[in-house]
């Protein structure tokens, strides 16, 4: 290897190259400072991605002849807390943040424990038809979730449980990312002479999953239940069609349903979205590196 | 979470090639093999609990997952109705053969491709520019990454409704920049191209960070000896992306370039949100109605589940033709380079 090219940070001490985080791209990518377009391509990217989130916020604090105005407002008005209110009340949002909340809670939770479990075992045990059932595990990421909306609506007909929480929940504990994610984590980050040592001392594969591989697989647990949250948080479609309005709606039913009324109260409609985002919102403000982490880190071995 | 696992990960790798001592290792050994034999539930335990561990997800897979795929396809040779979806009637092949004379189900597949493409390719464009650019050390790259997700925080139906406000036509915030700009005003909820145009937008706007992070990871996994050869035979930057970056991240490419075929054949809450009617259709005149909300049309407000399976089927079919072109493409690819 030559090296002759010096990188052009190698001079200073350069820090931030040397902090623990991800030396693979302290290495390759770190190299070149980004010059000032760089960072003028970023902030107008940064504001693309920002603006319609605190314009949300801005229509919200208007009223609605503002709204029908021409410029249309750029800053806040004087309304926010009050059209918040109403909005609360009108969609019954707070029941829906409560049913929202458990289900995205329980399939998270769900997922997380049924991913890493069987991810333990797609990684570090051998047993007959393994890679057939992984070939399984990756072919079901491609079936488009749309193809079943049909027979779980019969189904969901059927047990009569229409409008009510366990149909929202229950075709949502199943992921095969979850299985394939946990699978690509545990293989490099549990060694094999820890579970051959628990083994030698006698436990059994239960304690070995309770005792190893749950405090091994912790980080990428976390980073698979914030992603599933944030996944379930969001989903539309399948709570959209059973769940109607009326009863035990999510919150992006609930949403949804504010823009429904004959005439819409534009206003309102703004303040219920920006409720209906601001959970996930300060998620990613307090957790955002991680879930940066963990999206890159899937992607990258995936 | 991504520190300490790639901090953790070498040890791992490293560690195990050394090994322990011969003598240890054996001992270990024979005394493991001593205990195996002793115990036949361990024997069974060893055996049978990898099954035990995958088994939860795949029974639920059965029920929520392979079950309602294939009921769906037998569902579509059937006449049913939403009002009593027990009573199943053989119709054969005639959902489909009605399927293909329908006018308004070529216009949604028409739709879902045009917007399908108009928001995939700027979409994994810009998210590939972004990345490029993110590779670069930045000042608050962190700041930068988060930030560029907050869209995918957002749910389709915030974002929707937001953008309808934006793209309002007589007061919307982007007519009025238009008008800034000396151009008149588009009609986007009304108009075919615009309000394809618009509905794209909310999609790109959705899932270009996310996409732009899956090309960070794999732009910081290529080694940084490759760009240096390149550097040597005298490459400048734009020869490096092309000829190092762009090869290396080929996997990636089609990984993204999969996820989103699927996700823009099914682009559902969007189009329905964006409607000014409130309406199933996909603007007055179907303009932008996709093949999922052709679907859910069929299905729950004309009640014909029979031929909103057959929809669902069709779907799939196009997916897996989607798919077999694209491993084609890719393996070619591999082949000439």
Known sequence: ????????????????????????????????????????????????????LVWTAIAASRDNQRLAQTPPPFWFGSGLFDKLEIAWKDANLGEAFLNTTIVAGVSAATIVVLSTIAGFAFAKLRFRGRGALMLIVIGTMMVPPQLSVIPLYMMVAKLDWTDQLQAVIFPSLVSAFGVFFM??????????????????????????????????????MAVLG????????????????????????TVQVAVAGLGRGYTPDQSLIMAGALLGTLPLLLVFAIFGKQIVGGIMQGAVKG | MTTRHDTAAPPTEGGAAPGRPPGDAVAAQKERRRRERLSRRWQRDLRWSPYAFVSP?????????LFPLIYTGWASLHQVELTAPTDMNWVGMRNYTRLFDDDFFWNAAKNTLTIGIISTVPQLLMAMGIAHILNYKLRASTFFRVAMLAPYATSIAAASLVFVLLFGRDYGMINWALDFAGIDPLDWQNDKWPSQIAVSTIIVWRWTGYNA????????????????????????????????????????????????????SQVFGEPLLFDANKGTSGGAEHQFQTLGLYLYEQGWVAQHLGRASAIAWTMFLILIVIGIVNYVLSRRLRASS
């Open chain 1, 1 to 52: 290897m030559t090296t002759t090219l010096t990188p052009p940070d190698a001079k200073p001490p350069a820090e931030r190259a040397r902090r623990p985080r991800m030396p693979k791209s302290a290495r390759a990518g770190g190299q070149l400072h980004g010059g000032p377009i760089a960072y003028a391509i970023m902030i107008v990217f940064t504001i693309v991605s920002l603006f319609p």
């Open chain 2, 213 to 264: 992070l899956i090309y960070l990871a794999a732009m910081q996994a290529i080694p940084h000896d490759l760009y240096e050869s390149a550097a040597l035979d005298g490459a400048n930057r734009w020869q490096q992306f092309i000829h190092v970056t762009l090869p290396s991240l080929r996997p990636t490419i089609l990984f993204t370039v999969v996820v989103s075929t699927i996700g823009a």
């Open chain 1, 183 to 220: 699978r690509q984590y545990l293989i490099q980050a549990l060694p094999d002479e820890i579970i051959e040592a628990a083994r030698v001392d006698g436990a059994s594969s239960w304690r070995v999953v309770w005792h190893v591989v749950f405090p091994a697989a912790r980080p990428a």
């Open chain 2, 57 to 65: 997800f795949f029974l639920l897979f059965i029920a929520f997952g």
């Open chain 1, 226 to 249: 914030m992603l599933t949250f944030v996944q379930t948080w969001n989903d539309f479609m399948w709570p959209f069609l059973v769940l109607t309005q009326m009863g035990n709606p």
